[in-house]
Nanobody
Framework: QVQLVESGGGLVQAGGSLRLSCAASGRTLSSAAMGWFRQAPAKERQFVAG????????DYADSVKGRFTISRDNARNTVYLQMNSLKPEDTAVYYC?????????????????WGQGTQVTVSS
């Protein structure tokens, strides 16, 4: 089993930055692809960013390209999401997910473990 715990969420003004972290325990993440998803009120959960097991491949939703960066530190069993130039429409609960595969995925169904989520609120 893998336990994922997100941190780093909070309230920020539009144009600001936040860095989310996802710490894993129970199993090493070095062979797992990781992803970040988000869910805004009354909306479906959507893919934000993904990274393969080594960090050599990443993918992003069009809405965050050029503003968000996903990275990982396998020695620390931690994945990060650096969010810059935040917009009010980025407001959501952000979830970290782990996939038992080397390759990254963009669909929720491709991920095996989920964190509890961290709230990000961007004020205008």
């Amino acid at each position: 089993q893998v336990q994922l715990v997100e941190s780093g969420g909070g309230l920020v003004q539009a144009g600001g930055s936040l860095r989310l972290s996802c710490a894993a325990s129970g199993r090493t993440l070095s062979s797992a692809a990781m992803g970040w998803f988000r869910q805004a009120p009354a909306k479906e959960r959507q893919f934000v960013a993904g990274i393969n097991y080594s960090g050599g491949e990443t993918d992003y939703a069009d809405s965050v390209k050029g503003r968000f960066t996903i990275s990982r530190d396998n020695a620390r069993n931690t994945v990060y999401l650096q969010m810059n130039s935040l917009k009010p429409e980025d407001t959501a609960v952000y979830y970290c997910a782990a996939r038992v595969s080397y390759a990254l995925g963009t669909g929720q169904h491709q991920y095996d473990y989920w964190g509890q989520g961290t709230q990000v609120t961007v004020s205008s």
